[in-house]
Each structure stands twice: as structure tokens, then as C-alpha cells.
């Protein structure tokens, strides 16, 4: 077991525009956008600098991470996409960061409600920031974003397994 903190941000996607040809492929709103590169600026100013991302291979999660990682000043090739997330409940959700190689220290995880915000209420040992949890539990809207630090692997990641550092909504 690994004695270094890592960090795991979960993310909502960004404000999508209400009709596509399908579900998977409706794109941002230009509002939302605005949100992700303003969670992007704020997970910077935060110091956050992933290593990775898991990003749901659907078309606005796809322009969330995009837009996110412009506000942030990030290299936005450390996504991988992935098909299985953008239908996974929480639990298989939980599959996938347990599956990320263990050299990532920071992994951000780009998806869709109710599953994200079900992760991180799943994951919220409830040791951490009692505002940010509370705030998180009420409400996970677009641009939601829960920053979490975990001790240990992630294969090893479980249930009430991390702290609640912080939440934010990203509005630009």
C-alpha cells in the first residue's frame, strides 16, 4: 500500500444543449462551455495538475474535458475515453479509478448524473470539509466538481475510502 495522498477530482459535465441525434452525441451549450473552462480555472487555482482523466466517451464529456483543461493551462491529452462510463452506475464507476495505473497522483473523472454524484457521496469518508459535503449532497448540477484526497492505491479505493477537500460549481 502506497503511503502518498493522491487526489481524485469527479466532475459532472458541463451545460449540454438539449437536442442531438442521439443522447451520447449532444454537445455543449456555449454556456456550459464557459463553465468548464471556469472549473478548469478553478481546479488550477486550487493546484490541481492531473495526471490523468477518465473521461465518458460521449460527445459533451468529451468537449467538458476540452474546455476544462483550456481553463486550467493543461495538457488535454492525459484523457482516455471511455465507452463504459458513460453508461456505469456508481459501483462500476468505482471499477474504473480502481483500474488506473498507479503511477497517476491526480486523476480526474469527467461523467454523468446520477452516477458522479453518487461516486462522490459514495466515496465521502466524511472526515473532510463538512460545508463542501453538505453542498455536494444537496446538489450536483452541470459543472459540479468534488475534489477528493485518497491515501493509498487505487486498486485499494472503497466506499467511504477518501476526503472531501472540496466542492465548486463552475459558472463562467
Same mark, same amino acid.
Given at each position: 500500500m502506497s503511503e502518498q495522498k493522491r487526489t481524485l477530482v469527479v466532475m459532472r459535465h458541463a451545460k449540454a444543449e438539449q437536442d442531438g441525434t442521439t443522447d451520447f452525441d449532444r454537445r455543449l451549450a456555449e454556456r456550459g462551455e464557459r463553465d468548464a473552462r471556469a472549473a478548469g480555472a478553478w481546479l488550477a487555482a486550487q493546484g490541481v495538475e492531473p495526471d490523468a482523466a477518465l473521461v465518458s466517451a460521449s460527445v459533451r464529456t468529451h468537449q467538458t474535458w476540452e474546455a476544462v483543461a483550456e481553463g486550467a493551462g493543461w495538457d488535454a491529452d492525459v484523457a482516455s475515453y471511455?465507452?463504459? *462510463? $458513460?453508461?456505469?452506475?456508481?459501483?462500476?464507476? *468505482?471499477? *474504473?479509478?480502481r483500474g488506473v495505473d498507479d503511477d497517476v497522483r491526480t486523476l480526474i473523472v469527467v461523467g454523468h448524473n446520477p452516477t458522479v454524484a453518487y461516486l462522490a457521496q459514495l466515496l465521502d469518508d466524511g472526515e473532510g470539509d463538512e460545508d463542501?459535503?453538505?453542498?455536494?449532497?444537496?446538489? $450536483?448540477?452541470?459543472?459540479?466538481?468534488?475534489?477528493?484526497?485518497?491515501? +493509498?492505491?487505487? @486498486?485499494?479505493?472503497? @466506499?467511504? +475510502?477518501?476526503?472531501? #477537500?472540496?466542492?465548486? #460549481?463552475?459558472?463562467?
Open positions: 471511455d465507452e463504459a *462510463l $458513460y453508461a456505469a452506475g456508481p459501483e462500476s464507476a *468505482l471499477d *474504473l479509478v463542501a459535503s453538505a453542498e455536494m449532497v444537496v446538489g $450536483y448540477p452541470t459543472s459540479a466538481t468534488t475534489v477528493l484526497e485518497v491515501e +493509498g492505491d487505487w @486498486e485499494d479505493l472503497d @466506499e467511504a +475510502g477518501a476526503r472531501v #477537500v472540496a466542492f465548486h #460549481v463552475g459558472r463562467g
